[in-house]
Nanobody, 123 residues
């Protein structure tokens, strides 16, 4: 099995910063990409930012210039630096890991989700 765990969520004032961390462990041979998503009650889970194993990143338009995934993260670990946070960005933030595994001689890729970490932006 693959275990994905997020941490770093909490309460922050508008305009403040927060750093989230995601770690994947278990039956992982390699990781293709990792990403951050967020979801508000009653809403869809939306993409925030992603990074590939080659270090290529992409960000949602709403967070460009404010959120950053460092390219020097340790293997199987991803962080998200969030600056200038806004109240409307209050949500549960989830980590997703696209990982390669092997069953016999067959390789396959699957996506795994963490349990999420709550980020609350409020004064």
């Amino acid at each position: 099995q693959v275990h994905v765990v997020e941490s770093g969520g909490g309460l922050v004032q508008p305009g403040g910063s927060l750093r989230l961390s995601c770690t994947a462990s278990g039956a992982i041979f390699s990781i293709n990409s990792m990403g951050w998503y967020r979801q508000v009650p009653g809403g869809e889970r939306e993409l925030v930012a992603t990074i590939t194993s080659g270090g290529s990143t992409n960000y949602a338009d709403s967070v460009k210039g404010r959120f950053t995934i460092p390219i020097d993260n340790s293997k199987n670990t991803m962080t998200l630096q969030m600056n200038s946070l806004r109240p409307e960005e209050t949500a549960v933030y989830y980590c997703n890991v696209d990982a390669n595994s092997k069953s016999g001689s067959i390789w396959y890729a699957r996506r795994y989700w963490g349990q999420g970490t709550q980020v609350t932006v409020s004064s």
